[in-house]
């Protein structure tokens, strides 16, 4: 949580404190409020009338931390820092069955196996699309159900006018989510291992001894650098350096499920949107990010991490979501105009599942919805986005869209 814009109530106390001194000043206070939970729960003090949302206060490394509640992102006002978009307004809906909320902890039911030893059997989803809007019910999410969990409950799929998002920060609120979720009875934080944002810096597991056997996989989460080929395996290296091996099969598999990504990945590049930057300034590309569920196995040169399966999660600079390249075409104008904005993560709803692709936030008092019609030749999307367009006319609701290659036109004004 950003520590300079949020204010937090704790129990007993009048007067709140800004974040940043009570983390670093008043320890004491929230070992207090620590022992006075779950009965009593700090406030985020973000609304100033109605129902404040809860927050939780953790112990980790011998120091107290303050952290949102799961899934009441959405409980905060849509300036505070701990703001989120709620998931059941994006493909994330079809997921609600597969969370649970217990105390302070998201469960999360997953169609993958941890253990070599373990087979998961494939869930199926347990009602129709649904005929308005083709969504479906799923009970248990997959990597990349997961992965975009992850991004929404982080809040890296919005953006305040003002904000500052360092790559130490994006590393700061994936692992806040991280502590607080469990894939059925164990800790995600036990699971993953997350590229940190500072260099030569250790952080997947221990290779084991070559020879040695492990029935575990594990889960890595990493910024893709680049992508190479030797033989018959593909070797997808890190930022930070670690090298990733990648049979044919599943090379296969990650080009077709991510094919907008991956294309980021064999070409970098950004957007022509991006502010002006200094001759010493690093491009301003996209970003490829990746999920991937790991395992050793015995090389040529000994243990090294094989990937047995991956999602991946194209961004734009600032770590804000994308699906396409016209996507990331409006996202940088969008920073580059000084707008705030949410951008509602898709999951594995279909491409014929139409949700807003952005809502711009400072035009009204009602987030303003943003269409980029850039799917070709699919009835069924054409025939929801005449059944949108047709409503957002006939409510009178402002509505901003955009049908690629047809010039964008101006977005709406701020207010």
């Given at each position: 949580?950003?520590?300079?814009?949020?204010?937090?109530?704790?129990?007993?106390?009048?007067?709140?404190?800004?974040?940043?001194?009570?983390?670093?000043?008043?320890?004491?206070?929230?070992?207090?409020?620590?022992?006075?939970?779950?009965?009593?729960?700090?406030?985020?003090?973000?609304?100033?009338?109605?129902?404040?949302?809860?927050?939780?206060?953790?112990?980790?490394?011998?120091?107290?931390?303050?952290?949102?509640?799961?899934?009441?992102?959405?409980?905060?006002?849509?300036?505070?820092?701990?703001?989120?978009?709620?998931?059941?307004?994006?493909?994330?809906?079809?997921?609600?069955?597969?969370?649970?909320?217990?105390?302070?902890?998201?469960?999360?039911?997953?169609?993958f196996s941890l253990s070599k030893a373990e087979n998961v059997e494939?869930?199926?989803?347990?009602?129709?699309?649904?005929?308005?809007?083709?969504?479906?019910?799923?009970h248990a999410m997959g990597l990349n159900a997961l992965l975009c969990?992850?991004?929404?409950?982080?809040?890296?799929?919005?953006?305040?006018?003002?904000?500052?998002?360092?790559?130490?920060?994006?590393?700061?609120?994936?692992?806040?989510?991280?502590?607080?979720?469990?894939?059925?009875?164990?800790?995600?934080?036990?699971?993953?291992?997350?590229?940190?944002?500072?260099?030569?810096?250790?952080?997947?597991?221990?290779?084991?001894?070559?020879?040695?056997?492990?029935?575990?996989?594990?889960?890595?989460?990493?910024?893709i650098k680049s992508v190479t080929t030797h033989d018959k395996y593909?070797?997808?290296?890190?930022?930070?350096?670690?090298?990733?091996?990648?049979?044919?099969?599943?090379?296969?598999?990650?080009?077709?499920?991510?094919?907008?990504?991956?294309?980021?990945?064999?070409?970098?590049?950004?957007?022509?949107?991006?502010?002006?930057?200094?001759?010493?300034?690093?491009?301003?590309?996209?970003?490829?990010?990746?999920?991937?569920?790991?395992?050793?196995?015995?090389?040529?040169?000994?243990?090294?991490?094989?990937?047995?399966?991956?999602?991946?999660?194209?961004?734009?600079?600032?770590?804000?979501?994308?699906?396409?390249?016209?996507?990331?075409?409006?996202?940088?104008?969008?920073?580059?105009?000084?707008?705030?904005?949410?951008?509602?993560?898709?999951?594995?709803?279909?491409?014929?599942?139409?949700?807003?692709?952005?809502?711009?936030?400072?035009?009204?008092?009602?987030?303003?919805?943003?269409?980029?019609?850039?799917?070709?030749?699919?009835?069924?999307?054409?025939?929801?986005?005449?059944?949108?367009?047709?409503?957002?006319?006939?409510?009178?609701?402002?509505?901003?869209?955009?049908?690629?290659?047809?010039?964008?036109?101006?977005?709406?004004?701020?207010?």
């Amino acid at each position: 949580m950003d520590n300079e814009k949020i204010y937090v109530n704790l129990p007993g106390e009048s007067t709140p404190y800004q974040l940043k001194n009570l983390l670093h000043k008043h320890q004491s206070a929230l070992e207090k409020a620590h022992g006075k939970q779950p009965k009593l729960r700090a406030h985020c003090d973000c609304r100033k009338f109605g129902n404040k949302a809860e927050l939780v206060i953790r112990l980790r490394d011998q120091r107290y931390h303050v952290a949102r509640m799961p899934n009441s992102g959405h409980m905060h006002h849509q300036d505070c820092t701990a703001f989120s978009e709620d998931p059941s307004l994006s493909g994330g809906g079809e997921y609600l069955p597969a969370i649970s909320i217990k105390d302070d902890v998201t469960i999360i039911k997953v169609n993958f196996s941890l253990s070599k030893a373990e087979n998961v059997e494939p869930i199926e989803n347990n009602s129709p699309p649904n005929p308005l809007t083709g969504s479906v019910s799923r009970h248990a999410m997959g990597l990349n159900a997961l992965l975009c969990h992850m991004w929404n409950e982080s809040g890296l799929n919005i953006w305040i006018d003002g904000s500052i998002r360092l790559r130490s920060l994006v590393y700061s609120k994936l692992s806040e989510v991280i502590e607080g979720t469990k894939l059925g009875r164990r800790s995600l934080a036990k699971l993953i291992h997350v590229e940190p944002s500072w260099e030569k810096t250790s952080w997947l597991p221990v290779a084991p001894k070559s020879g040695a056997t492990s029935n575990d996989y594990f889960l890595a989460l990493f910024k893709i650098k680049s992508v190479t080929t030797h033989d018959k395996y593909s070797y997808i290296k890190s930022d930070s350096g670690e090298i990733f091996r990648v049979s044919p099969e599943v090379l296969e598999s990650i080009q077709t499920s991510f094919k907008s990504a991956w294309s980021y990945v064999t070409r970098p590049r950004g957007s022509d949107q991006v502010p002006d930057q200094d001759k010493d300034e690093k491009p301003k590309l996209a970003q490829v990010f990746c999920l991937a569920l790991c395992g050793w196995v015995e090389g040529a040169d000994g243990m090294r991490i094989e990937i047995g399966k991956a999602a991946l999660i194209l961004t734009n600079w600032r770590y804000i979501p994308v699906d396409s390249s016209y996507e990331l075409i409006v996202a940088d104008k969008l920073l580059v105009e000084k707008r705030s904005f949410v951008k509602p993560l898709r999951y594995d709803a279909a491409d014929d599942v139409v949700f807003p692709d952005f809502k711009l936030l400072d035009a009204g008092p009602n987030p303003v919805p943003m269409e980029i019609y850039g799917v070709k030749n699919n009835p069924k999307y054409d025939e929801r986005k005449r059944a949108k367009v047709a409503h957002y006319k006939q409510s009178g609701e402002p509505f901003w869209d955009w049908t690629p290659p047809e010039p964008m036109r101006p977005f709406n004004e701020k207010k």
